[in-house]
Nanobody, 124 residues
Framework: QVELVESGGGSVQPGGSLRLSCAAS????????IGWFRQAPGKEREGVLC????????YYSDSVKGRFTVSLDNAKNSAYLQMNSLKPEDTARYYC?????????????????WGQGTQVTVAS
């Protein structure tokens, strides 16, 4: 059984940082494309970025370039989304997703497995 579990969300002031974790079981994350998505209330789920061992980081949102990055800890079978210089418009529920064979996509339909999400709120 495959499971992705996100953690690390919370409330932070503008300019602050958070690191989200995506812990996997049932699959080896290093063999997958790992997408990070977010969904704000009343909006569609949008792709933020994707990472794969084959292609590196692909940004789908220009607004996060230079502020967000990802890393992978193979020993822990976990991926991390480091978010710096957070802005109120980054407020959303963040999801990690995995797709077999390094296939990054900005569409939620391109992913086989999803976590439950973790809430990020950026406010003064």
């Amino acid at each position: 059984q495959v499971e992705l579990v996100e953690s690390g969300g919370g409330s932070v002031q503008p300019g602050g940082s958070l690191r989200l974790s995506c812990a996997a079981s049932g699959i080896t994350l290093d063999l997958y494309a790992i997408g990070w998505f977010r969904q704000a209330p009343g909006k569609e789920r949008e792709g933020v970025l994707c990472y794969s061992r084959r292609d590196g980081i692909i940004y789908y949102s220009d607004s996060v370039k230079g502020r967000f990055t990802v890393s992978l800890d193979n020993a822990k079978n976990s991926a991390y989304l480091q978010m710096n210089s957070l802005k109120p418009e980054d407020t959303a529920r963040y999801y990690c997703a995995a797709d077999w064979a390094f296939r990054c996509s900005d569409s939620p339909k391109g992913y086989d497995y999803w976590g439950q999400g973790t809430q990020v709120t950026v406010a003064s």
